[in-house]
């Protein structure tokens, strides 16, 4: 046989020659025991909360969301200083496209026939003055209501303030002791929903498949007796978030309706239905709250016959409802089964561990077990040099350095 | 050497004393094949399946986007009770900004010169009257379109109706036979989309790097000829959808335009570009559907010279366009690779298992290696206590309420 | 006994027996310790990145986020062909509602008084005429202003153009040289945002616990002095983008202001809090650009006296800001906790076996301990049958097809 014949031959017997660890069988019924405890306990585990409780054997997939809204509803409005005016869909819901944040006008500010001209500031004390020094021309204050023009005009019989160019007459932004559009808690909002888990390619939408026409056309929310119903009344919204309505009407809210889509998409789970709740997202009764509530300003622009524009001003106060969707749905994968199933298997390796540790430590006989289990080498071996020499370096790098050396000695 | 000494050479030698397994080398080529091809079986698998096909050795992050879009065209309209009105950008996209969600208007309910004032509700059975007690004053019914004043009014020559205060003319919401901007389909739509996948300081937009100005001039997207032109008819937008234009915009519907930035960023992948898809989001023709289609109200509001605020009433319908835009990054990350080699290591381990099992179950000689490989301890074992006083515990616990006793001395 | 007693009894030593393995203790000190060090990185490895730095052991939450905003400030416009307006923010914000995406206006062209009627086309290469027959009636050319009429008027004293139904007068859609709300740098923004992790039922807002009221009213983000200020400067946000404001001003732009919440919700951590940073979204100075900037169009529709409806058309430019929420929180999970160790404690399975090869490779008294360690059978293994048939089969299939038959008889 040549030489090369030889080398292939050890590589043969390196490769396929079949090594198995050589074992000690004790027929101990207890340690037995012990053992497939232990590892009973880590398949229990594995099984029962990883598998069952966690579902770690899913892969997961986030929603993706479409959503309509349709506000319905009318309220009439009877101030003292306006004529009654009936408000519908078209006047109160700004802007008037419902996405997925809807804003429902419950209380306001209208400053009608504002014009491009001059005015005096509403007093404060930055505004107030008694001759024309006291105003700059082309200030303009960020606190105050135009560009100041230089002259200090009569605010009203008492009181003078600089003189401003600005939408004139100004906004005079007083509280508001009530909501306006109080009626505005019996409107209600329909909410059509689909989602998808593009992952899964699974479409569903909120309008169930059992629900039919006839249902939808008089049901309205409820969690107790129509928890399917995509039909919201404002004021249930505000109540499930524990709010009053007529309370955050005055000042404006933000209210979130927040729709689940957690699923398991296994079939023998098989159930995906969105689960609504409510819950008011801007802060009530801060400490530190700036502008508190929910209000922007706007403007409606008319142009007079003679050319000129004018515009009412609206200070909207009312309550923003954020339709958030979220989810995750999960669904049997292989990956994550196998990942977990590794994991689970490392756990199982350190049950001989323990048992090795139980046998050695804690029987009668762990002497003798102790003796058949190690063949304790008797030789000497501190002598012995490494062969690998960077090994070798680490080493009298260390007993150079550490006390290592003295160990070393009495080791023997 | 003093006791203390002694105990820690004893410590010494339990650290630093190496423990190795003794083995049992077969030669056996048939048993050392079965073992390291159930080795490369699962290998294969590890690297074929989790790594290759999977990617688990990658972290992800999610796309964080921002959409602007811009619609292009004009339409003639020549209703028989209108006079021919060209409409552009400003008047049929509402509201007039592009964002991730674009209102086209194809279809409208126009009732213009509406005044805050006193009309004859639309007869339904419930409104119809014969009387004024029929009507009551204040009362609002939430189907009906104001607030009743308490009087019987004609309606026309034949019904008589409950007098409503309201936003008068009423809207009289016909069916719609077709859509009047029927020329909408021709209408583009340009999608700007920039992204950022902020874990990976990766940004791209969908105007592409390869894509020049002039080609933007005059492409169109096309699957088939133009994958990269962010230039959209909407004709061929909802016709990929599988669905009609004009049948499309006589009710309205909303249209997802999904862009999958799924994007493998890894340098060896080195690709990463946006995939358009596009489906209808609401449901075209369910069973159980409540205001099908799209649609919603808006008002323009005008000023009469008297100073009285009229309106121009307009019941919306069209498609709206939602751009939703989702993706995950992969990159190679040391943190995955770990936990799923970990799991891969953990499958390693099971290969010695399933070896011996078929060494000691299937092989001619496996008398012989069991013999060899598992040395049988023969004395009594059973009669032992175990030192462990909770262990002990357990096993009388256990011997009381189970037949494990007679086990145990059957088992001698 | 009996023979089914025999065999219970046969599983019960087969379940029962506790088998552990054989093994050789070498009390060589550097192999130890070679051992240990090798355990010790491993160990080092798992706790020091995975766990320090990665923080594999938590479960993640996405962030559920609403955001409202208010701007605040006026600006003097003085252009030669109006008179000095002032605008406030019902007149620059469009649309008015400050969601997560508000646009401010700061640079416009305005084309009032718009009616419906004809003119002649804006001159260009397709559009110049010289007589009749140039124009087609009821042509729309998608790059013109509106439907041709047909004929052929003058534009100027020098240019014939074909006459279209439009808008008219047409919007002359000039370069703009500066921005004419150049005031709007010194605009502020409130950004109120409330974010919620659903799985840890966590809620917190932007506005911090110790910020104070007197404090908001008069602070300003700064990342240097204020950065838990949530009233942002327009100038400030886009310098911290890298953008000059005024040059942004002219076209308009898409500005992010991304809001990270990245959390770790343990409590040895604690804190959670807003990191905001800047990123200009659109392209500036791209090659492949169409519409650069950012702009639409919108327009204020007015009514006649005499019932005609014009419009006041306006092209705005302006920034759009869009405040992007993101973030994943950490909190300490059993599940990913014990995927990882799992995974960690696979490859502290693999230390044995780099201990094993450099104890039979590296060491002088290798070949002892190889003899010691392993115990090679000696007698011939390779004639022997394997009684599983498949496996059989699968060998015979391999012999035929390779040299693997030569191998074997090497092999011996």
Aim: proline residues 5%.
């Amino acid at each position: 046989m040549s030489k090369s014949a030889g080398f292939c031959q050890g590589c043969l017997h390196y490769v396929f020659d079949y090594e198995t660890p050589k074992t000690l069988v004790i027929p101990n019924i207890r340690l037995g025991f012990a053992f497939r405890f232990t590892q009973f306990l880590v398949v229990l585990y594995v099984v029962g909360y990883v598998c069952v409780v966690q579902k770690a054997y899913q892969v997961t997939d986030s929603v993706i969301s479409s959503v309509t809204t349709k506000v319905k509803g009318f309220a009439l409005t009877n101030a003292s200083d306006m004529d009654p005016r009936l408000w519908d869909v078209a006047d109160y819901v700004i802007p008037p496209q419902g996405d997925h944040s809807v804003f429902v006008m419950t209380n306001m500010v209208v400053t009608p026939e504002q014009t491009q001209s001059r005015c005096a500031e509403l007093p404060s004390p930055s505004t107030t003055c008694t001759d024309d020094c006291d105003c700059r021309e082309g200030y303009s204050d960020p606190r105050g209501s135009g560009i100041q023009t230089g002259l200090c005009v009569n605010y009203s019989l008492t009181v003078q303030t600089c003189e401003v160019l600005s939408w004139c007459p100004l906004e005079i932004d007083t509280e508001l002791p009530q909501a306006q559009l109080a009626a505005a808690e019996n409107f209600t909002m329909l909410i059509k929903n689909s989602i998808t888990y593009p992952m899964f390619k699974f479409y569903r939408r909120n309008i169930l498949p059992h629900v039919n026409s006839s249902y939808l056309k008089r049901c309205k929310f409820s969690r107790a007796t129509d928890p399917d119903c995509p039909i919201f009344r404002l004021k249930d919204i505000v109540s499930e978030a524990g709010e009053d309505f007529q309370d955050m009407a005055v000042k404006g809210g933000v209210l979130g309706i927040i729709i689940d889509w957690s699923c398991d998409l296994d079939w023998w789970a098989g159930k995906c239905y969105p689960k609504y709740s409510f819950r008011r997202l801007d802060n009530k009764h801060p400490d530190n709250n700036v502008a508190p509530g929910y209000n922007f300003r706007f403007a409606k622009y008319y142009k007079a016959p003679d050319g000129e524009e004018t515009r009412t001003l609206i200070k909207a106060y009312g309550i923003r409802f954020d339709i958030i969707v979220f989810g995750t749905a999960g669904k049997f994968g292989i990956v994550p089964t196998i990942v977990n199933l590794g994991a689970a298997l490392s756990f199982l390796s350190l049950v001989p561990v323990v048992s090795d540790w139980f046998m050695l430590t804690c029987t009668r006989k762990r002497d003798l077990y102790g003796k058949l289990k190690a063949t304790y080498m008797a030789e000497d071996t501190v002598a012995e040099d490494v062969s690998d020499s960077s090994f070798s370096f680490i080493f009298k790098y260390t007993c150079i350095h550490s006390s290592l050396m003295e160990f070393s000695i009495d080791y023997q």
